[in-house]
Nanobody, 116 residues
Framework: QVQLVESGGGSVQSVGSLRLSCAAS????????MAWFRQAPGKEREGVAS???????SYANSVKGRFTISRDNPKNTLYLQMNSLKPEDTAMYYC??????????WGQGTLVTVSS
């Protein structure tokens, strides 16, 4: 059973930076996909960034050039470096892991608040 715990959220002013971490316990296959999602108040959950077992990354258009996803397989940890933050990035951020065909492990989320 994989468990994911996010950390690193907080309050920051616009154009600031934050680094989110997602620590995984249990067995994580090196080929698993891992991803970050977010959900803002009153909005649907959306994908932010993903990384597969080969290190191939994908980003939502809204965060391209500002966010960087990375993973440290020996440490079973996923990261999201967020730069040039905007108020519209305010959301609960969740990490997920599992087969790329269907992520099946989710964390509880960490809140990011960006003020103008």
């Amino acid at each position: 059973q994989v468990q994911l715990v996010e950390s690193g959220g907080g309050s920051v002013q616009s154009v600031g930076s934050l680094r989110l971490s997602c620590a995984a316990s249990g067995f994580i296959h090196s080929w698993y996909c891992m991803a970050w999602f977010r959900q803002a108040p009153g909005k649907e959950r959306e994908g932010v960034a993903s990384i597969d077992g080969d290190g191939t990354t994908s980003y939502a258009n809204s965060v391209k050039g500002r966010f960087t996803i990375s993973r440290d397989n020996p440490k079973n940890t996923l990261y999201l470096q967020m730069n040039s933050l905007k108020p519209e990035d305010t959301a609960m951020y969740y990490c997920a892991a599992g087969p790329c065909s269907g992520l099946d492990a989710w964390g509880q989320g960490t809140l990011v608040t960006v003020s103008s």
